[in-house]
């Protein structure tokens, strides 16, 4: 069975998500430790809960980036992992450190990328009176929130909209589609051939869409 470590900075909702699709067998695979940023995210008592190890990697204060990269990889290798889980993870990685994990790293960020990368997504789409917002699981490279997007939620903007109540539907959507494209991942069905990404043996040219709870692929 494959093993994967889940990195996280706070809440943990997504990780908790994760742990369910695991319990209900839709997530073939086990989390071999969940490795916080933070002393302090809620996220750690959740898998102590579900009796996952727990793992503390705090950044000292004038530490750089590498420094704590290369900490985050020494503990890492020193489990069984097969692919890595950011959810909700607030750090930007290293070029090194991605490229010790090449296209073994999964990521979901809350917008509908390429659109709203980095912080505060939800706001910064009602600000900009988008219709549509949503979230994304992709690979990561060593880009910001830029390698290839796998699938999207997508989620229409209501006119009554606030930041919190659309940050909460987006949030819903996310823990059906992470464990979704995990569970692809598990099974072998998303493939890199020569950078390029493959699902289910065809060229993935755009994000499959999660929409009104159903599956939509790209068109071949
Ligand atoms: C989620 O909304 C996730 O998409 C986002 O942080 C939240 C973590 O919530 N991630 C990013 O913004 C990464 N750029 P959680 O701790 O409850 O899973």
Redesign the pocket.
Known sequence: MKSFVVL?????????AIIDAIDGGQITARISAVISSRADAR?LELARAANIPQIVIAAVPGQSRDAYDRALIKQIDALPVDFIV?????RILSTEFINHYPQQIL????SLLPEFK??H?HRRALAAGCKKHG?SVHFVNAEL?SGDVVLQAEIAVQADDTERSL?QR??QA?HVIYPMVIQWYVEGRLVFKNHQLFFDNQALAAACLWKNQQLVLPQA
């Open positions: 996280i900075s706070g809440r943990g909702s997504n990780l908790q996220g950011l959810a909700g993870f607030m990521n979901i960020h809350p980095g912080l997504t979230a929130d940050a987006v949030l996310e």
